[in-house]
């Protein structure tokens, strides 16, 4: 019957006009042409060329039957590609978490480079907070993660890329009992900080134990507009946070209370050129910021 290796030689041999030139081209001896092409014929119950001399000629048979075996052939080609795209990284689905600062400043513009040349990956991004993520990286849910390193980094099982720190700042809403000279201790603290990780640092506004924690910075800023929460965030959302939210920064600020992103994936991960290209989007954008 029709298969790929003899729909390749029916469509050669049409194109090139004889069975030796057909063979060459195949790389094949024409003997073994000859008995291929035969027995596709058998198979398929009529002659496919006329035979003048060793010039081919197609029957009605086989003007017939090749657009369909041209299809096949392109199918299959096109098939082959779209596999070799999807092991170099280039089709398929890329998934990505983002921590809570990442996904406010960074996630936008690097998700706009990656595609502004021309990818064809599907990214899914989960955003959340970085603990979790890191967790659902190490079990293979994640291809990518961008977000605060916390304990990953002590992990040999993960590449842990560091992006640069960032210090962070308090806010609060504009008529905050605090900025009319109220002790800061006393308000309770909103922040993207797991408590265990936040009572490990040094805080020099609010209380050790925060009294809202959320992986959504606009959820954060919402809560403290209409609060007294003090709201403590990476200085690279603060432009942000203050412009959409009417939030005013806080001092003192401590130099000690920082961020650490870093860009996190499996050591024993397969290569993936869409994942590689993602990684330098990320890497560009906050090195920039």
């Known amino acids: 019957m029709l298969s790929l290796r003899t729909a390749r030689l029916f469509l050669t041999a049409a194109d090139a006009g004889t069975l030796t030139a057909a063979a060459d081209r195949l790389n094949v001896s024409q003997p073994a042409a000859s008995k291929a092409l035969g027995q596709l014929e058998s198979d398929l119950g009529g002659a496919l060329f006329d035979r003048a001399g060793r010039k081919l000629i197609l029957t009605p048979l086989g003007e017939a039957l090749l657009p369909r075996a041209r299809a096949l052939v392109r199918q299959a080609e096109d098939l082959k590609a779209e ?27 690097a998700v ?5 040349t021309g990818r064809t990956v599907q990214l899914t991004v989960r955003a959340g907070a970085a603990g979790m993520l890191v967790d659902q990286v190490r079990h293979g849910a994640l291809d990518l993660v961008a977000a605060d390193m916390g304990d990953a980094v002590n992990d040999p099982e993960l590449v842990v890329h560091p992006l640069p720190e960032e ?50 910075y606009t959820v954060l800023a919402l809560a403290c507009s209409a609060s007294d929460h003090i709201l403590a965030a ?25 961020v650490r992103p870093a860009l996190i994936y499996r050591a024993n991960a397969p290569h993936s050129a869409a994942r590689q290209h993602l990684f330098e989007c990320f890497e560009a954008v906050a090195r920039r910021a």
Do not use: M, N
């Open 167 to 216: 210090g962070v700042t308090a806010l609060v809403r504009p008529d905050h009992p605090a900025l009319k000279g109220e002790a800061l201790a006393g308000f309770p603290l909103a922040t993207a900080t797991p408590p265990d990780r936040l009572s490990r640092q040094p805080l020099p506004w609010g209380r050790a134990r925060p009294g809202l924690v959320c992986d959504d």
């Open 112 to 116: 706009a480079r990656f595609y502004q």
């Open 234 to 258: 990476p200085r690279s959302v603060v432009d942000r946070l203050t412009a959409e939210h009417g939030l005013i920064p806080l001092a003192p600020s401590s130099p000690d209370l920082v």
């Open 83 to 109: 596999a070799e795209r999807w092991r170099a990284g280039e089709d398929g689905v890329l998934s990505v978490g983002a921590g809570p600062s990442v996904t406010y400043r960074l996630l936008p513009e």
